[in-house]
């Protein structure tokens, strides 16, 4: 029998592209969406740098293109009876979730919207979990969490979990989070709540802590321009490795936040493809969270801006770089050493970042150099609010 996978969040940056990777692969794909991400674009007054059609007019153009159906179920993932009725129509063997608000700085605006970003996806991941529990328990939930739920503790990061010896007694328990984002914190709350589903209920998970994706297009987005994916870089939306890209063809100085030092996980966008494919072909078992560590190199922000300065200026594009003020809570300096063995060992060849990647990224953004808005680049979203002028310090 045909596979059947549910893609939640198949309108995004990431769930576009997978929906299209799996369907190619041969397996019955249905993707959920409430087209959420289009209207915080408009709230932020942002737009990806390629202009996207409907998710209805994708779908259409990957039947015209590639001949194969992706089924559309357009709704809130906070709503119970809509999860309950959609998983029980579609019936998933497997259920990719990317259906959550994916912004740091989104969640740092103010309470409103880490409130919102909290209550959004974790009450989300909730229903989701609770309709696999009562009509799919053997179903499969592969989830995206974050790098960024471990923080950059002082020690080695290990897959998921670390085993303590306290008092002569050994336990071994999900690693300790210390995020840094209210955003990140959503994804903390996300694994526990995964945890318990799987330990109580039996339920079968993957949760995959991803680091930042980077890329424009895969195999299948380069197939038509209406099947490009959403790509940012904006200050809330964007990460670093497709800002600085953008900010070196707009001619605008790549911006650094602080000393440079933060060390991050990065993953082209194909890799991500890979990652889910492979945890897809591979279920955890009855009972287990599997933990994943999703990146394939690890770079310092200063070091990924020179790599971008230096690939431009191969081009003939000037680029600078500059250390902005940071406007994040994060160690500037500090050690970073992530294992990430379990992909690999699955079968992960990685794409590594190379001056050709990064060369064919500046080539396609030149393509869309008219879309570019500067103001987006920077929106001054602060992790802590400036004193007012004048106040004591600790006011
Ligand atoms: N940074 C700069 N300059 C910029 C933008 C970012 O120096 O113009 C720095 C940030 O301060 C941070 C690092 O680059 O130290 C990464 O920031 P980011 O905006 O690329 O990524 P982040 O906010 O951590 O979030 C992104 C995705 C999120 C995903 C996460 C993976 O938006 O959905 O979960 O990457 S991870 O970072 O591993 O947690």
């Known amino acids: 029998m045909t596979e059947r996978i ?11 592209p997978t929906a299209m990777h799996l369907s190619a692969r041969g397996a019955r794909v249905g993707v959920v969406d409430n087209m959420s991400k289009r209207a915080w674009e408009r709230e932020m007054g942002v737009q990806p740098l390629i202009a996207i059609p409907s998710l209805a007019k994708r779908i259409a153009a990957w039947q015209e293109v590639c001949g194969r159906s992706i089924e559309l179920f357009e709704g809130d993932l906070t709503d119970t009876d809509f999860v309950h009725a959609t998983l029980g129509s579609f019936r998933p063997d497997t259920i990719v979730h990317y259906g959550e ?39 499969h939930l592969v989830k995206l969490g974050t790098m960024g739920e471990y923080g950059t503790p002082d020690i080695d990061i290990e897959e998921g979990y670390l085993t303590v010896d306290h008092n002569g007694r050994r336990h071994t328990f999900l690693y300790p989070k210390t995020p840094g984002s209210m955003y990140h914190l959503s994804k903390v709350h996300d694994s526990h709540n995964m945890h318990f589903a799987t330990r109580v209920w039996g339920l079968r ?15 299948h987005t380069a197939l038509d321009p209406r099947l490009a994916t959403s790509f940012h870089y904006d200050e809330v939306f964007g990460t670093a ?55 394939t190199e690890t770079f310092t922000v200063r070091e990924l801006a020179e790599r971008v300065r230096d690939a431009a200026a191969q081009l003939g ?31 992960l060849q990685p794409h590594l970042l190379s001056q050709e990647l990064i060369d064919t990224m500046l080539q396609r953004i030149v393509q869309h150099r008219d879309r570019i808005r500067r103001e987006a680049l920077v929106m001054n979203v602060r992790w802590t609010p400036k004193p007012a002028a004048g106040a004591p310090v600790g006011s």
């Open 6 to 16: 549910l893609v939640l969040g198949g309108d995004g940056y990431l769930g576009w």
């Open 101 to 139: 608000q994916p912004s740091a700085p989104y969640s740092m605006i103010d309470v409103h919207h880490a409130a919102f970003t909290q209550s959004n996806n974790v009450v989300g991941t909730l229903n989701v979990l609770f309709a696999m529990r009562d009509l799919l328990p053997d179903s």
């Open 205 to 219: 998970a993957t949760d995959l802590n991803q680091g930042v994706v980077y890329g424009i297009e895969t195999e």
């Open 317 to 347: 594009i000037e680029a600078t770089v500059v250390h902005a003020e940071n406007p994040r809570f994060e160690a500037e300096e500090h050690y970073y050493n992530p294992r990430h063995s379990g992909l690999l060992e699955l079968g």
């Open 241 to 295: 490795l497709n800002r600085f890209c953008v900010q070196a063809v707009a001619g605008e100085p790549i911006t650094v936040y602080g000393r440079g030092g933060q060390t991050r996980g990065y993953l082209n966008i194909r890799d991500t493809l890979a990652c889910v494919a492979l945890a897809v072909d591979n279920p955890a078992e009855r009972g287990e969270m599997r933990v994943f560590n999703q990146f």
